[in-house]
T-cell receptor
Framework: GAVVSQHPSRVICKSGTSVKIECRSLDFQATTMFWYRQFPKQSLMLMATSNEGSKATYEQGVEKDKFLINHASLTLSTLTVTSAHPEDSSFYIC?????????????FGEGSWLTVV | AQKVTQAQTEISVVEKEDVTLDCVYETRDTTYYLFWYKQPPSGELVFLIRRNSFDEQNEISGRYSWNFQKSTSSFNFTITASQVVDSAVYFCALISNFGNEKLTFGTGTRLTIIP
């Protein structure tokens, strides 16, 4: 079964509105989660590292004010796409390391398809 | 810096044929981890395998097998007796600084199994 859960799986929003995507770790605490973006038929690009209790670390070229990341608890990280535009339409997916310490495996959520109309 | 190359963009094989997906990586670190993920049309990334740099043993899991060759910096993935359900995009990925936890992905190989 899934160890990392993402919601919603699909969302359509109007241009100019904001949309929130949730990433939850199931049955374990994730001090660090990662957010990726994937354009059609392309690879996954890391957007940011979400750190529980502190600010996210963004990759070069990712707009911090547009993609707000909040990691308020050890089991939940959220990505909010603010003032969304059609070019933000993409597949967003999060990941977490399981278990949080030691040699481990990285699992991904189910992903979220965002369509901005 | 680290890099993962999947030179095969798309592969099509007839069902029941064997198919090998290539993965070549670059890293300066001596300690690193390699991963393979499967991404079906629904989008989720399914974990297939993790291999650390100190373990060059090949691994077999059912119809799946992996060949790790440090000498050529390759971590190839073979599916034997392919099935239609194997159709997906397959990604090879690397972490070379485990404390960093950042996965570097290859560009993926789209595998189509023809019935």
């Amino acid at each position: 079964g899934a160890v990392v859960s993402q919601h919603p799986s699909r969302v359509i929003c109007k241009s100019g509105t904001s949309v929130k995507i949730e990433c939850r770790s199931l049955d374990f605490q994730a001090t660090t989660m990662f957010w990726y973006r994937q354009f059609p038929k392309q690879s996954l690009m890391l957007m940011a590292t979400s750190n529980e209790g502190s600010k996210a670390t963004y990759e070069q070229g990712v707009e911090k004010d547009k993609f707000l990341i909040n990691h308020a608890s050890l089991t939940l990280s959220t990505l909010t796409v603010t003032s969304a535009h059609p070019e933000d339409s993409s597949f967003y997916i999060c990941s977490a390391r399981v278990p949080p310490t030691g040699p481990s495996t990285i699992y991904f959520g189910e992903g979220s398809w965002l369509t901005v109309v | 810096a680290q890099k993962v190359t999947q030179a095969q963009t798309e592969i099509s094989v007839v069902e029941k044929e064997d198919v090998t997906l290539d993965c070549v990586y670059e890293t300066r670190d001596t300690t690193y981890y390699l991963f393979w993920y499967k991404q079906p049309p629904s989008g989720e990334l399914v974990f297939l395998i993790r291999r650390n740099s100190f373990d060059e043993q090949n691994e077999i899991s059912g119809r799946y097998s992996w060949n790790f060759q440090k000498s050529t910096s390759s971590f190839n993935f073979t599916i034997t007796a392919s099935q239609v359900v194997d159709s997906a995009v397959y990604f090879c990925a690397l972490i070379s600084n485990f404390g960093n936890e950042k996965l570097t992905f290859g560009t993926g190989t789209r595998l189509t199994i023809i019935p």
